[in-house]
């Protein structure tokens, strides 16, 4: 039996991961929010299953759900940082109100949740799972914000995956194409200054004619995430979907090309050895 504490439950990837968890038999402690959105969830799995609310951007509530889930399960083993959303427009079209919003859920809160669950997960080992996405593998126009939070997120990760093997603790980086859940819809913004300059790189249309057509299948997305975190020999990356594979494939193609292309000259800048 394996405990999890996961943010952002209220839909998506979170909620189905909770429930797929609880109904294998695992303890969860679901987070979200707006805690009353969430609240009807655990009522099928008596006490293995609890609710409480989170809003990552806040350290001291992200202490107290560590904190409460200590005292309710004597700790936990893993840890997901999902709550996140998307921001979609061009570079120039983003204002600071809409773009730091966004950093301060995806990158910051992420850190905040990340850091009250270390002492907790430390004593016993664990994993932790970071909800990246195709997006933090290869940029892409219209999508930029977004990008650079989920670049955040692969970085931090990465770092985490070093630091915290000491310890017995491993890094999961889950890096999902699209697939058929509301993303598209009640988890995406767009910048309001839409500029005609750049509506050749717009993802409006992208998403209005996307949302619920996606490819891709969340509960098996979701197999696979619980099959990983089972497995001694789990990947610190894991693209979900062939749309992430071939994104991931064209990014390591193109970063291969750039370092053939320009390797004598870029390598030639150290000091002259006498």
């Known amino acids: 039996m394996k405990t999890w504490l996961i943010t952002g439950c209220s839909s998506g990837f979170g909620q189905r991961l909770a429930l797929a968890a609880a109904h294998r038999g695992d303890r969860v402690i679901a987070t979200a929010r707006n805690v009353k959105t969430i609240e009807d969830m655990a009522e ?68 905040e949740t990340t850091k009250a669950s270390l002492p907790v997960l430390r004593r016993s080992g664990g994993t932790i799972v970071n909800m990246s996405s195709g997006a933090g593998i290869a940029g892409g126009g219209g999508g930029g914000y977004y990008n650079a939070a989920k670049f955040a997120v692969e970085g931090i990760s990465e770092a985490l995956a070093g630091e915290l093997e000491p310890f017995g603790i491993r890094v999961l980086i889950v890096e999902p194409g699209p697939f ?13 200054n839409g500029m005609p300059e750049y509506a050749a790189s717009s993802r ?71």
């Open 44 to 111: 099928p799995f008596g006490g293995r299953m609890i609710t409480l609310p989170l809003d990552v951007t806040d350290a001291a509530a992200a202490s107290a759900a560590v904190a409460k889930a200590v005292e309710t399960f004597g700790g936990f083993d893993v840890l997901v940082n999902n709550a996140g959303y998307g921001l979609f427009g061009a570079i120039e079209e983003g204002t600071p109100e809409e773009y730091r919003p966004m950093f301060e859920v995806n990158v910051f809160g992420l850190i």
């Open 180 to 192: 058929r859940t509301d993303f598209l819809g009640r988890s995406i913004t767009m910048a309001a």
């Open 204 to 274: 409006k249309h992208y998403r209005e004619t996307n949302n619920g057509n996606q490819a891709g299948d969340p509960d098996k997305a979701i197999a696979v995430i619980l099959q990983a975190v089972d497995a001694d020999d789990a990947p610190l990356h894991l693209p979900l979907g062939p749309i992430a594979h071939a994104i991931a494939e064209r990014k390591l193609a193109a970063f291969r090309s750039d370092i053939d292309a320009w390797r004598d000259i870029t390598i030639a800048t150290d000091f002259d050895q006498p």
